[in-house]
């Protein structure tokens, strides 16, 4: 699993195979975290651990977003639609392959991929 921290000292979660993917969306993720994911292509999940007391800012939630595209198919494609939800609205479908789920209450930001600068 790929870990970021991103502007804030947030921290930016991201799967690298479809298992890691499941485990990350699944178990490590809370109901108040973050979950990001490129819109209609093959890519990593990806979480921005929420703070009980905190909510990001805009720019926080395009950083993690920027990474999502990053982990992508799409990370060569210039300006890309990622989806964002809150871990409680993210669920499995019964009999879904690895990787697979299911998500409510989406919002899309569009990015560029980009990892956080070192």
């Known amino acids: 699993m790929y870990e970021y921290a991103v502007t804030g000292g947030w921290t ?4 690298k195979t479809d298992r890691e993917n499941d ?4 178990k490590v ?3 108040n975290d ?3 994911h490129v819109r209609g292509m093959p890519g990593s999940h990806v979480v921005l ?3 009980p007391d905190e909510e990001p800012d805009k720019k926080t ?4 977003a920027a990474i999502a595209a990053h982990h992508s198919k799409a990370r060569e494609g210039g300006v890309v639609a990622v989806s964002c939800t809150r871990g409680r609205y993210v669920t499995k479908p019964r009999g879904a392959k690895p990787g697979s789920v299911q998500i409510r209450k989406e919002t899309v930001i569009k990015v560029r991929p980009a990892l956080p600068e070192a």
């Open 12 to 15: 930016v979660l991201a799967g």
């Open 23 to 26: 485990h990350l969306s699944l």
């Open 29 to 31: 993720a809370g109901p």
């Open 34 to 36: 973050w979950w990001f």
């Open 49 to 51: 651990v929420a703070r």
């Open 61 to 64: 939630l395009k950083a993690a």
